[in-house]
């Protein structure tokens, strides 16, 4: 994949720079073919025709504290992102009070805790207090951070009261079922604001992230969806098909295998009581906690 590599870096690149990112004026697919052959492992730049907006990068983002053996670089960044903030409220259940902005953030304090505990990896909040964050900022934050697991922590919301457990979602452009398409709009709507799309970078672009780049990291994020499931089953209850696919801006960084984990439905009686309860996430914190080690177990091991 060094080819791939080469070339998202460059689309990357682009972004990062809050520039355009060119797109071959030929059809996708002869861009993508000339691209994997070794006389175009570096992309010329000049073969453009059509450029894609993409949004400036936001001002003044600093990235978050490393918690943990922060001074040593060979242990593992995890990047834990609580899921929505500031005007987001996310999902919400008002017969309990509880916000899923605020849910997220008491779990991945919980898991921070956790994993600091465990002592083996390092790790990082993308928002440690009320803060709204655009979903790339998020992403973008975890890779400026050069983060080897990035994990966005939320709460389900279903009109059935009946519908309960966690879900784990990785990426896919196409949604595994109707309810993952439905969960990728509700969670891909926190960009908009006012009717306004500010995270919109065009589908071209998103396509070829998705088709050239992703490869390994999707494939390492559904081995972590499996461990998570595998680890975490004794804490958290989980649903039936508990490993689902949508197409979800926060998990297309490119190279960071990302997973998405709907701890349980904040609309369920029975789930808000363990998503309220600090008792009830520290037992979710240990499960995902587990789940972080033995990922990281199993690629040392396999390195
Ligand atoms: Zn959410």
Redesign the pocket.
């Known amino acids: 994949m060094i080819f791939s590599g080469i070339l998202i870096s460059a689309l990357i690149g682009g972004m990062d720079a809050g520039s355009s990112v060119g797109i071959a004026p030929v059809s996708i697919g002869s861009f993508l073919s000339a691209s994997l052959s070794p006389a175009y492992a570096r992309p010329p730049r000049r073969m453009h025709s059509i450029t894609v907006p993409i949004p400036p990068p936001a001002k003044g983002v600093t990235l978050p504290r490393v918690y943990g053996p922060a001074e040593d670089p060979s242990r593992p960044l995890v990047v834990i992102d609580p ?2 903030g500031g005007h987001d409220p ?2 919400v259940n008002r017969d309990k009070g509880l916000r ?1 902005k605020d849910v ?1 953030l008491a779990l991945a304090l919980a898991i921070r805790d956790a994993l600091v505990a465990q002592g083996r990896v390092r790790v990082a909040l993308t928002r440690e207090g009320d803060t709204f964050l655009m979903l790339q900022e998020r992403a973008d934050m975890a890779r400026k951070m050069g983060a080897d697991l990035f994990l966005s922590i ?4 279903a009109d059935n009261p009946d519908a309960q457990g966690a879900t784990v979602y990785t990426l896919s452009e196409t949604a595994s079922d109707r309810e993952a398409a439905r969960l990728a709009a ?2 891909n709507s ?1 960009n908009v604001v006012n009717g306004v799309d500010l995270g919109d970078q065009g589908n071209a672009v998103s396509s070829i992230l998705i088709d050239l780049a992703q490869r390994e990291a999707m494939e390492a994020s559904s081995g972590f969806a499996g461990l998570l499931y595998r680890e975490a089953s004794p804490f958290v209850r989980f649903r039936g098909r508990y490993h689902r696919f949508a197409s979800l801006i926060v998990l297309k960084a490119p190279d960071m295998p990302s997973a998405l984990f ?1 701890a349980g439905y904040i609309t369920s009686a029975t789930d808000a009581v363990v998503l309220g309860a600090k008792e009830g996430r520290g037992r979710i914190a240990e499960g995902v906690a587990k789940a972080i080690d033995v990922y990281f177990a199993r690629r040392s091991a396999s390195n």
Do not use: I, W
Not at 154 to 157: E, F, I, L, R, T
């Open positions: 899921g929505h996310g999902a899923e997220t939320h709460a389900d919301a509700r969670e926190a709907e």
